[in-house]
C-alpha cells in the first residue's frame, strides 16, 4: 500500500523556548503559517517578540527584504489552547525532555488534529517510537531533531520511528529543504547520528588528560592545530558546559548497556559537582575573563639540537617525513642499522606508546622519543613528541628542538597509547563506521550530519578514508592489543573495508542500484 503524501502548510509549535522560536523562524521565513502554543502564555509573546527583533535585525543588516519580514511576522500567530493548532499540518514538539510529559502531549493533540496531520518531536535523546507508543496512530509519529541555534545550524535529524509511516518522513525531509535547511535520515537509535557520532572526541580527550598524558589546554591545541579540527575537546565541553553534556554522555553509554566505546570520565561528574560547568558560568576547563578564554601559555622551545639522529624503520612514509625535517635543521643522520651510542632516537608508532615502540625495537628507552605522523608532518601547524618513562630530559628538549626548528610549535606529551591526535581521530572514525555498520544512516548521510552538526572538518567516514582506512584499523588493533579494552576493537565496518581496500563511505557492493554499480 502506498500511502497519500502529506502536504505541509500551517505548522504548530508546542514549547516557544529557545528551539521553538528558532524552528518559527526558520518557518515563517519559508513562508509556512505559524501556530506558537505554550503551556507559559508569556513565552508565546517573548517568542513573537524575539522574531519581531530578528526580522528587524537582519533587515537592518540588509538580509532581508522589509516586505519578507513583515510578512513572515503576519504568518505566525499565537494559540490559547490546544485545540486551536486543529488546522494544523505538522505539530513539532519542543517542549520539555521528558518522556511522560510528551507522551501527553501527544496524546492531547491526537484527539484535537485530523488524520493527516504529522507529529513530530524535536527530542534529542528520548526514543522516538517510545513517545509514538502513546498514540493510536504511531505511524505519523516522527523525530524531527533540530540544533541549537537552529537558524545557524543547518542540518536536522528525522528519525523514523519503529512504527512511522515513511511518506512521513519524506514530507518532513521535504519540508526541511524548503526551510533552508540539510536534513539526514536516521534510524530510532540512541542518539541517533551527531549525539552519537560525538561520542568520540569527548570521551577519548577526558580519557587521555584522566591518563595524564597532557593538560587539557595542550589536548586542545593538539585535536585544533595538528588535526585541524575548529575546537579541542575541553573547548567544546566549556562551549556546551558540563550541565548539558555530563548527563548526555552518561544516558549514551548506559543506553547502549555500558559500551566501553562510549565510557565516560569521573573527571566531568566531579567538576559538575564543583560547578565549573564552562564558559556560561566563567570556568570550565578554562577560566573566563570578561567572557574571554584563558589559555596557559607555552613555554618556549629549546634550541640546542641532538649531535645526530637515527629513525627508525619501521614506518617508511613517516620516517621519510622525519628525514626531510632532519635535514631541513642540518643536524646528521645516523644510517647505521641500529642507533650509535650519542644518537636520538626517533620513532613514528602507530597505535603505540613510545614504551613499546622502543620494546618492539630494542631500542635505548631512555634515548626514545616518538613523532604523531598521522597528519603530514612537514606543512604541518603542529607536531606532537612523547616520551618513554625512561626518555632523559636532555634527549627530550634535542628532540624539542629538533622539530620546532622551523618554526612550527611542538607539544610534548608523556607515554600515550596512540598519542593524542592518533587515537582521538581513530575513536570518532571507529564509531562513525559502527553508526554505519547499524545501519543507523546511509553513510553519506553521517559524514553529512557530523560535518554539518558538530562542524568537523570532514565526516568520519570521509576523514577515514582520508588518512588512510588501514592506517586506521592499524592504530585501533595496537590500542587494543597494548592496553586490552575493548573500546578500542575495530567496528566490522571498517576492518572489512580496510582489509579489501574499499572507501569507508561504501556500502556492500551487492547492495547497490544496477544504477549505482554501473558507475
Ligand atoms: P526551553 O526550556 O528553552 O523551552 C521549553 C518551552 O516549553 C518552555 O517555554 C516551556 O514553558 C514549554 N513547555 C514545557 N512543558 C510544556 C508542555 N507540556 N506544553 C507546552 N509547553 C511546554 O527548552 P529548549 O532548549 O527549547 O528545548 C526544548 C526541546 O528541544 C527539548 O526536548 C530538548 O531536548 C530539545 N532540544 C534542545 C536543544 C538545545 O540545545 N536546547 C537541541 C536539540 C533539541
Known amino acids: 500500500m502506498t500511502s497519500r503524501p502529506y502536504s505541509i502548510e500551517t505548522i504548530g509549535i508546542v514549547g516557544t523556548g529557545a528551539m521553538g522560536r528558532g524552528i518559527a523562524q526558520i518557518a515563517a521565513l519559508a513562508g509556512l503559517n505559524v501556530r506558537l502554543y505554550d503551556t507559559n502564555p508569556a513565552a508565546i509573546g517573548a517568542a513573537r517578540d524575539y522574531l519581531a527583533e530578528t526580522f528587524a535585525k537582519l533587515t537592518e543588516k540588509g538580509k532581508l527584504e522589509h516586505a519578507r519580514a513583515l510578512a513572515a511576522l503576519a504568518c505566525v500567530t499565537g494559540a490559547q489552547t490546544v485545540g486551536e493548532l486543529a488546522g494544523c499540518d505538522l505539530v513539532i514538539e519542543a517542549i520539555v525532555e521528558n518522556l511522560d510529559v510528551k507522551r501527553t502531549l501527544f496524546r492531547e493533540l491526537e484527539a484535537v488534529v485530523g488524520d493527516r496531520c504529522v507529529l513530530a518531536s524535536n527530542t534529542s535523546s528520548l526514543s522516538i517510537t517510545a513517545i509514538a507508543a502513546a498514540c493510536t496512530d504511531p505511524s505519523r509519529v516522527v523525530g524531527y531533531h533540530f540544533f541549537n541555534p537552529v537558524p545557524l545550524m543547518k542540518v536536522v535529524e528525522v528519525i523514523d520511528g519503529l512504527r512511522g509511516d515513511p511518506a512521513v518522513g519524506d514530507a ?3 519540508l526541511a529543504r524548503r526551510m533552508g535547511h540539510t536534513p539526514v535520515r536516521a534510524k530510532d537509535m540512541p542518539g541517533f547520528i551527531v549525539n552519537h557520532a560525538g561520542r568520540g572526541m569527548n570521551t577519548e580527550g577526558l580519557r587521555i588528560a584522566g591518563e595524564g598524558v597532557a593538560s587539557f589546554a595542550d589536548i586542545d591545541r593538539i585535536m585544533r592545530e595538528q588535526a585541524g579540527f575548529r575546537l579541542g575537546p575541553f573547548e567544546l ?7 548539558v553534556s555530563h548527563p548526555v554522555m552518561e544516558s549514551i553509554y548506559h543506553q547502549f548497556y555500558e559500551e566501553p566505546r562510549f565510557t565516560p ?3 566531568t561528574g566531579t567538576r559538575l ?12 576547563f578554562y577560566r573566563y575573563v570578561d567572557g574571554k578564554q584563558q589559555v ?3 613555554a618556549p622551545a629549546p634550541t640546542a639540537l641532538p649531535a645526530r639522529v637515527w629513525v627508525s624503520r619501521q614506518q617508511a612514509c613517516a620516517r621519510d617525513a622525519v628525514l626531510q625535517l632532519v635535514a631541513k635543521a642540518g643536524v646528521p643522520l645516523d644510517e647505521g642499522d641500529a642507533p650509535a651510542a650519542d644518537s636520538l632516537i626517533v620513532v613514528t608508532p602507530f597505535g603505540l606508546d613510545a614504551t613499546t615502540a622502543a620494546v618492539d625495537e630494542n631500542l635505548d628507552a631512555r634515548r626514545v622519543v616518538a613523532i604523531d605522523a598521522l597528519f603530514p608532518l612537514v606543512g604541518a601547524k603542529r607536531r606532537t613528541l612523547m616520551t618513554t618513562p625512561a626518555t632523559t630530559r636532555d634527549v627530550r628538549d634535542a628532540a624539542h628542538a629538533l622539530f620546532a626548528a622551523d618554526g612550527v610549535p611542538v607539544t610534548v606529551i608523556h607515554d600515550s597509547t596512540g598519542f593524542v591526535a592518533q587515537r582521538v581521530v581513530a575513536t570518532i572514525v571507529n564509531i562513525g563506521c559502527d553508526i554505519a555498520q547499524r545501519q543507523i544512516a546511509s553513510p553519506q548521510d553521517i559524514d553529512l550530519a557530523v560535518t554539518l552538526g558538530l562542524g568537523y572538518p570532514r565526516g568520519p567516514l570521509a576523514l577515514g578514508d582520508a588518512l588512510g582506512a588501514s592506517t586506521i584499523l592499524t592504530i585501533l588493533r595496537n590500542l587494543s592489543r597494548v592496553l586490552g579494552d575493548p573500546r578500542y576493537r575495530p567496528s566490522p565496518w571498517l576492518a572489512r573495508r580496510a582489509q579489501l581496500g574499499l572507501s569507508l563511505t561504501q556500502g556492500d557492493a551487492a547492495d547497490a542500484s544496477t544504477q549505482g554499480s554501473q558507475q
Open 172 to 174: 518532513l525531509m521535504g
Open 237 to 243: 565541553l566549556d562551549l556546551t558546559a558540563l550541565d
Open 265 to 267: 570520565s569521573p573527571i
Open 273 to 284: 559537582a564543583g560547578g565549573l560547568l564552562g564558559r556560561k558560568v566563567g570556568e570550565g
Open 296 to 298: 596557559p601559555p607555552e
